[in-house]
């Protein structure tokens, strides 16, 4: 196998409560996937990252770990998904498992003990147990889903949670945590995964003394401010330990960080050679349709990388943030901006996270009823934030009413006019978005590993070239606009027609992309 395959690898990501349902509950399970990989390898991925299927109260859909070796009922047993490895090894696809580091599941074993000790006991010390202050929590941390970061136990004390109560955090200065998880990412390693995804990378080790964050909307500033719990400098001692243990292994087995943190540079830490392979790039993911946002984050994200001699990931979706057809506009032109950014993304060096359902060009679904709301954020803020259902609306496989295939029934409502958009229905139609994504996939194999030059351009343009004969164009603006023919159209996100090309120019549409092959090709033609 390839040298290095993360570099440039396309990594599809299973949610896997909303991808299919297998065992007829109305959830998506290991079944479910494993039935459906045909999918995700028709479409020309080399990976799959799978969202945790370990044994939780689902508190926050499985982010609650009560055990993590067994896998819960819900979504099967250990058998099946080790027959998943297996199945996905055997179609050419990697295998990506979650691992949740910084909480476990108020109900996994360790808490439970720590409840029932008396404050002060060993018990307690793999959790961050405190004495109040003044009546209330002993500092300022505000909880991710709203709300303190602290619960107050019968006997007087508080515990850290920075996500539910249901989630308290671990005490990463603890050796016995230490070895649990080398212990435990070995046990997944032993059975052939090719890769981790650590679960908030960035939120292990909180600065000493726990002092307060001073100041309010913690949550939404994630990748603007520094915070004494994200992105303290001690976590990376962690992934240099992991690097050794995956390391170990044969195959290349990679760490992928889930790190929000404040600038490229910052992400960049997480990549130096003796750490982890790959993290997010949330930065390219809260990038604004605009020539300019686009640019100066492929810029940042590309030199801060370059610094590390890591490659850079490239992410539009995932299952915590609005569907990027949604977050562009909506309707006709947020699909049509979504399109475009497929093509971008695809065309950038690196490697490529697609969320499901982003390929069938899924919008985010803002109306779901209030009683199915499942995401903590939604009791958690008061009902004031409807949280991240949205975007983990069951996947549409086929038919022409709700459930579509995805099983007997499904745990959110999708909307009836997905009849348009499921994988039956786009499956034989070359101007569908799935055909796009497939069609880019395939064409993406050839581009070469590194290297990006930008082509001068309009201001709403963005003009690259990877290598001497592929050029890539996105029109970010609302009208046409007329370049210097870059070669010979390899593929588009808008429907030919629209794409009026002569010897010399060519009209771009608006909130539109293109692929083309070089100046010898398009003479040749
Ligand atoms: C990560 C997950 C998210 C989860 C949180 C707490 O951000 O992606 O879904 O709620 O961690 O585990």
């Known amino acids: 196998m390839a040298q290095q395959w993360w570099r440039n690898a396309a990594i599809y990501q299973v949610y896997v409560r909303s991808f299919a ?46 055990d993590y070796r067994a896998v819960d009922p819900l979504f099967g047993q250990l058998s ?45 010390e793999r959790y961050v147990f405190r004495e109040g202050r003044d009546g209330g929590p002993p500092n300022d941390w505000e909880s991710m889903f709203g709300g303190p970061a602290w619960t107050q136990v019968a006997d007087g004390q508080w515990y850290l949670h920075l996500f539910d109560p249901g989630q308290p955090d671990l005490n990463w200065q603890h050796a016995e945590v230490h070895a ?39 949550g939404g500033l994630l990748t603007a401010v520094e915070l004494p719990y994200f992105d303290q400098d001690g976590v990376h001692e962690i992934y240099r330990e992991w690097r050794k243990i995956l390391d170990c292994y044969p195959g290349e087995r990679i760490g992928v960080a889930e790190a929000w943190v404040r600038g490229a540079d910052r992400l960049a830490l997480y990549l130096r050679p003796d750490e982890l392979h ?74 490529a996270y697609v969320y499901q359902g982003e390929e069938l060009g899924l919008p985010e679904v803002t109306d779901l009823p209030e009683e199915v709301l499942a995401d903590p954020k939604w009791e958690r803020s008061g009902h004031t934030e409807r949280g991240r259902d949205g975007c983990r609306v069951p996947i549409p496989w086929s038919g022409s009413e709700p459930p579509f295939g995805f099983g007997p029934s499904s745990w959110l409502p999708q909307p009836r006019d997905w009849a348009a958009l499921t994988v039956e229905a786009q499956r034989g139609d070359p101007t569908s978005t799935l055909s796009l994504y497939r069609d880019a996939l395939l064409l993406r194999r050839d581009l070469p590993v590194e290297g990006l030059e930008w082509l001068e351009s ?9 290598g001497p004969s592929f050029t890539c164009t996105v029109n970010f603006g609302s009208s046409p606009v007329r370049l210097p023919r870059p070669g010979r159209l390899l593929l588009s996100s808008t429907q030919e027609p629209e794409l009026e090309a002569n010897e010399q120019t060519v009209t771009l549409p608006p909130s539109s992309a293109a692929w083309w092959t070089g100046e010898e090709d398009a003479h040749a033609r």
């Open 21 to 66: 349902d297998g065992n007829g509950d109305g959830v998506g399970d290991l079944a479910g996937v494993r039935d459906r990989l045909g999918h995700i390898a028709e479409l020309g991925m080399d990976a799959v990252w799978l969202t945790p299927f370990y044994a939780s109260p689902m508190a926050d859909g499985g982010y609650d770990v009560a």
């Open 80 to 124: 099946d998904a080790e027959a998943l490895i297996a199945d996905a090894h055997g179609l050419g696809l990697r295998v990506i498992v979650d691992i949740v580091p910084n909480h476990t599941s108020s109900q996994h074993p360790w808490f439970v003990e720590a409840l029932s000790a008396e404050p002060g006991s060993p018990a307690r």
């Open 180 to 218: 649990e998880f080398e212990s435990i990412l070995r046990f997944w390693l032993d059975r052939g995964v090719d890769g981790i995804r650590i679960d908030v990378a960035h939120g292990l080790v909180k600065a000493d003394g726990l002092p307060d964050a001073q100041c309010t909307d913690q």
């Open 278 to 351: 790959q993290a997010f790039n949330f930065h390219y993911a809260q990038a604004e349709w605009s020539a300019q946002q686009f640019r100066t984050t492929i810029d940042d994200s590309l030199a801060a990388v370059a610094g590390v001699g890591a490659a850079s990931t490239w992410v539009l979706s995932n299952h915590d943030i609005e569907r990027h057809v949604t977050r562009f506009g909506g309707g006709e032109l947020g699909l049509r901006r979504a399109r475009a950014a497929a093509l971008l993304t695809l065309a950038l060096p690196g490697s």
């Open 458 to 466: 309009d201001p709403d343009v963005l003009a690259f070239r990877r």
